[in-house]
């Protein structure tokens, strides 16, 4: 059987209770879920980000059919869950709207699509946007509102993941700075 990927991550504003809402989302999900169910939780934690998408200031998203560069990207993006991650060693400390700098945190999906199903076209559709277009808002919004098109009778594979597990190792600017984060692009229009 040959794979596509699909995987998309956001850097967002650390708001306490939309980490939580998206925290709660992930750990509140039975070990074994049903496809509906699954399809469910992505439906849920999507319209938190499209809410949360206008005040996105980085992200990335990719798609591949290759299925050699989709296992191993699969791969890479599942390390994210399962490795310590982050530009620090030690938390950035409870923020302060009016004292500090801001906080963010990253909300991460992939998948392992079975190649040539109809969810892997809907997907390549999703994604076939102009390269100037890529990193625009509008094309994560595109995106996002169109992930209703996963069948997990075909996704073979998929992992969600949000950074940072508690709000006081919340993100700061600098850390965004570190070499880690150099694949999240700034997000245009």
Partial sequence: ?????????LCLPHEASVRQRLHQSIVTQPEIVGHHAKWCLY????RTLLEMLPSAERG?????????????DYNMWSQGMITE????????GASD??????????FTM???????TACDRGVFELCNIPEANLWRRDS????LRGLGVLNFTTVKSDVIY???GADDWALTPEDLQHDKFEYLRIITG
């Fill in 85 to 92: 991650e982050g530009a620090r060693t030690s938390p950035s």
């Fill in 43 to 46: 439906q849920e934690v999507t």
């Fill in 162 to 164: 949000l950074i940072p």
């Fill in 110 to 116: 992939a998948f392992l699509l079975e190649q040539n």
């Fill in 60 to 72: 990335c998203w990719d798609y591949f059919n290759d299925d050699a560069r989709a296992r191993h």
């Fill in 1 to 9: 059987m040959l794979h596509s990927i699909f995987a998309l991550e």
């Fill in 97 to 106: 709207a009016y004292r500090d700098a801001p906080r963010f945190m990253t």
């Fill in 140 to 143: 994560y919004e595109r995106i």
